[in-house]
């Protein structure tokens, strides 16, 4: 059995396992906290999705799957798509709430460790926009 697989009863903890876990294989992560909210959230991507990005990430595409954990926690993945008409992967992010700031801040951190990409630019459109996003919706 893989035993990374097998998750904690304890939040922290477990988060602090699956960081370790996913640096160990190459990823790029960034922890998170929005004060103003109480919530939090992990940014994480591979170098090699990140350089979809930089290839493909004029359009980018955004989903959140619901119930993949204990913690109620929503994963949200950035999306991109390739010259050969396939959606890859181009990032995650795991969010203890789907509110405006929280997912906000999650691709602000996504923007930071993806610098220097072009994609970038176009998810700080997208942050903005979820800031306008506030104005219509209470969340």
Sequence with gaps: MEIHL????DLKLDISQSVSYLK??????????VHQRSTKGIVFAHPEQLEKLENHGWLTLIDSTHKTNRYDWRLFTLYVHDTYGCWNIGAHFFVSSE????????????????VGLPATSYLIKVVLSLKVLKLFFLV
Excluded: P
Aim: net charge negative; no cysteine; aromatic share 10%.
């Design 99 to 114: 509110d405006s700031d929280t997912v906000a801040e999650a691709l602000k951190k996504f923007a930071a460790i993806a």
């Design 24 to 33: 160990e294989q190459g990823y790029k992560v960034e922890i998170y906290h």
């Design 6 to 9: 097998v998750s904690n009863s």
